[in-house]
């Protein structure tokens, strides 16, 4: 069992910057490949990025790539989603989760055992 935290939501303007970060407590951290979600209102959670347990690889949807960047600090028990020229339809409540079986990065929602609570992320123009 892990228990997943998510903090540094909030309001941004369009084209400004925001990290978000996921500590987990519980299990060892470094078991897991992790990833982050989002939903916006009315949409299916969709994917945004993975990293794998030792942070090596990485993959992102292509909606975010280019200007987001997952990684993890193992030592602190940590995912960061560092958010760079964001656009209006960023705005979702975005989910870190850890998936324990799979291996590299994970890109689908099946697999993902465990979920944060979530934290809001709004863009203005």
């Known amino acids: 069992q892990v228990q997943l935290v998510e903090s540094g939501g909030g309001l941004v303007q369009a084209g400004g910057s925001l990290r978000l970060s996921c500590t987990a407590s519980?299990?060892?951290?470094?078991?897991?490949?992790m990833g982050w979600f989002r939903q916006a209102p009315g949409k299916e959670r969709e994917f945004v990025a993975s990293i794998s347990r030792s942070g090596g690889t990485t993959d992102y949807a292509d909606s975010v790539k280019g200007r987001f960047t997952i990684s993890r600090d193992n030592a602190k028990n940590t995912v960061y989603l560092q958010m760079n020229s964001v656009k209006l339809e960023d705005t979702a409540v975005y989910y870190c989760?850890?998936?324990?079986?799979?291996?590299?990065?994970?890109?689908?929602?099946?697999?993902?055992?465990?979920w944060g609570q979530g934290t809001q992320v709004t863009v203005s123009s």
């Open positions: 989760a850890a998936d324990p079986r799979r291996t590299g990065v994970a890109v689908t929602r099946v697999g993902y055992a465990y």
């Open positions: 519980g299990r060892t951290f470094s078991n897991y490949v």
